[in-house]
Structures are given as C-alpha cells and as structure tokens.
C-alpha cells in the first residue's frame, strides 16, 4: 500500500490535544486496511520521526437523521502513534 493513503489526517479532539502534550502521543484518522505495521512505517517515512508504537482502533459511525430518513457516517480506523522523547509533530502549533 503507497504511504501517502495509509495517513488521511490529523484527529484533531480535546483528548488528542491532552494525549499529544502528556505522553507525546499524536492521534491519526488512517485508512481501514493498514496495519500497524504499514502505519509505523508510514509515519517514519513522511515525517522523519521515531516511533515507538502504534496502536489502533476501529471506530463506528454514527446513526443521523435527516426528517424520516436514517442514514449512517461511514465507520474509521484511528491510530494512535507514540512517538520517541524528543520527537515532536506539529500540526496546528499556536491555533
């Protein structure tokens, strides 16, 4: 799998952001059938960062309606990636 599909962006929340300055630990939304592995590798190519570990979560979407219809937003896969002391990603510094 190429590496630039692997990462789709950032998961920007108030537990990332609080994850990101207590264990430097950055949140990704990345595509549903990488793996860790693929995922580890991708970070250390594209951002020339050490990284510890991975750890992933599949996350469901959520049920909306719209008047009588239900409709569903489609289900993600989230990783969460420590990185080395030291390393440090910035995405959104000082917003």
């Given at each position: 799998?190429?590496i630039?599909?692997?990462?789709k ?8 952001n609080?994850v990101?300055d ?9 595509d549903?059938r990488a793996?860790k592995?693929e995922?580890k590798?991708?970070?250390e190519?594209?951002?020339?960062k ?9 996350v ?12 569903k937003?489609?289900?993600w ?16 510094e000082?917003?």
């Open positions: 799998m190429d630039y599909r692997i990462i962006e950032p998961h920007i929340a108030e537990k990332a609080l990101k207590k264990s430097n630990q950055i949140t990704l939304k990345v549903k793996n592995i995922i590798s991708a970070v190519q594209i951002f020339k050490k990284v510890l570990a991975v750890n992933t979560i599949n469901d979407g959520k049920k909306r309606r719209m008047g009588r219809n239900i409709g937003k489609p289900d896969k989230k990783a969460i990636v420590k990185l080395a002391p030291g390393e440090n990603i910035e995405f959104f000082g917003v």
